[in-house]
């Protein structure tokens, strides 16, 4: 089965709003956590990551929270702009001697209308 | 600047031909990957290389091979290619102690 989970494959939201991205995964031993954006035609790029020993990052805009008992985690977009229109793809991995073996999820397309 | 590279962007073969899929890095980062992204599937892995010559299956290896004879190369191999390979595969690289990849722009692979 998909260990890690995108259940929205689709997300519309007002410029301005705030975007939630949701993410869900099955391995218990998952300490690393990031989501990365992807525009048509281009490579996924990191946006921001979280290790396991926090439940919530913020870098501007975007904020991580992290919900280990549910094994859950989120990614929040405030004050979304036009040009955060892209698949956003969450990934999960256990950290193994300084590489950690991903797993992606199904992606979600955000698109914030103007 | 710091950069993975693949070759050639698009790429039309017959089933049953061989594909090679070139990756390359500038950053010496000794892990790299090969995943392949399709629609509703997100990105999956298909090889792991820790450095030359320590390769490793990721989650779906069947009918794939990878060489790394060059920390700055990592090549994926289909040999007798598939329809069911129809895909966009992405090369990245990962540095030492750290879990950010790096990816490639990806190479749109079309098995007639």
């Known amino acids: 089965g998909q260990q890690v989970k995108q259940s929205s494959p689709s997300l519309t939201v007002q410029e301005g709003g705030i975007s939630i991205l949701n993410c869900d995964y099955e391995?218990?031993?998952?300490?690393?956590f990031a989501w990365y954006k992807k525009y048509p035609d281009n490579s996924p790029t990191l946006l921001i990551s979280?290790?396991?020993?926090?439940d919530k990052r913020e870098d501007g805009r975007l904020t991580v929270f992290l919900n280990k008992s549910g094994k859950h985690f989120s990614l929040h977009i405030t004050a979304s702009q036009p040009e955060d229109t892209a698949v956003y793809l969450c990934?999960?991995?256990?950290?193994?001697?300084?590489?950690?073996?991903?797993?992606f999820g199904e992606g979600t397309k955000l698109t914030v209308s103007s | 600047d710091m950069k993975v590279t693949q070759m050639p962007r698009y790429l039309i073969k017959r089933m049953g031909e061989n594909v090679l899929l070139e990756c390359g890095q500038d950053?010496?980062?000794?892990?790299m990957y090969w995943y392949r992204q399709d629609p509703g599937l997100g990105l999956q892995l298909i090889y792991i290389?820790?450095?030359?010559?320590?390769?490793s299956e990721g989650d779906i290896p069947k009918g794939y091979r990878v060489s790394r004879k060059k920390r700055e190369h990592f090549s994926l191999i289909l040999d007798s290619a598939k329809t069911n390979q129809t895909s966009v595969y992405f090369c990245?690289?990962?540095?030492?102690?750290?879990?950010?990849?790096?990816f490639g722009s990806g190479t749109r692979l079309t098995v007639l």
């Open positions: 950053m010496s980062h000794e892990t």
């Open positions: 990245a690289s990962s540095p030492p102690d750290a879990e950010t990849l790096y």
């Open positions: 391995n218990d031993m998952f300490d690393y």
């Open positions: 979280v290790r396991s020993n926090v």
């Open positions: 990934a999960a991995g256990e950290n193994q001697g300084g590489s950690a073996k991903l797993i």
């Open positions: 290389s820790y450095d030359v010559d320590s390769n």
